[in-house]
Every structure is written in C-alpha cells, then in structure tokens.
C-alpha cells in the first residue's frame, strides 16, 4: 500500500495559491524529517521543502518567501501552502521522506498558467 497520498493540487493563475496536502499512512513518520518534492516534465525531481519531526523548515531558493511547509503529527498530515504562484513551479507535487526515501506516491498535480 502506498505510504503517502498527496491532494490539493490544481490549475491556478500566476499569483494564485494552493494548499497541498499529504496523508501519511500510520505514524511511523512522526519521527521522520519529511519533504515536498516536484517534477517537472523532462526534468528531474527536485526537493521543494524539507521539515524536521520538530518543525525545523527549509525551502528551496525558488520557493522561498512564497511556499510554506509545514505538518501535524498528531494527524499524520503534512501540508505545503503555496503563494504567488508562477508558471514555472507546474509540476506533480510529492510528498516524502527527507532523509530515507520510501515508495513514491501519484502525487498532486500543480497547474500554473493564464
């Protein structure tokens, strides 16, 4: 069974907002730094933002000042809210481990274009 399901994603006009969310499945990753990544076509995966299992936050140069990571271990939950949108971070959105990687989930589509 797929550990993470992520949702949310969309299709936004540049400047727009989106709020992405990922499940986890059980709580075995409470205690586990986790990321948001994304995949553009033809390019590789790239790490968006990481948090720690105590909040600790880091962000790509790219998305810096515009997205925020963020997670609720009580939920199994984590969240990636995404402002002033550009055309450039359309991608599949995935959600998992920072450090130890574990099976990939569909991830989320992200839609930005007028």
């Known amino acids: 069974q797929v550990p993470f399901v992520e949702s949310g994603g969309g299709l936004v006009q540049p400047g727009g907002s989106l709020r992405l969310s990922c499940k986890l499945s059980?709580?075995?990753?409470?205690?586990?730094?986790m990321a948001w990544y994304r995949q553009a076509p033809g390019k590789q995966r790239e790490l968006v933002a990481s948090?720690?299992?105590?909040?600790?936050?880091n962000y790509a140069d790219f998305v810096k000042d515009r997205f925020t990571i963020s997670r609720d271990n009580d939920k199994d939950v984590m969240f990636l809210q995404m402002n002033s949108l550009k055309p450039e971070d359309t991608a599949v959105y995935y959600c998992?481990?920072?450090?130890?990687?574990?099976?990939w989930g569909r991830g989320t589509q992200v839609t930005v274009s007028s």
């Open positions: 998992n481990g920072a450090l130890v990687v574990y099976t």
């Open positions: 948090i720690s299992r105590n909040g600790i936050t």
């Open positions: 059980g709580s075995i990753f409470r205690g586990r730094a």
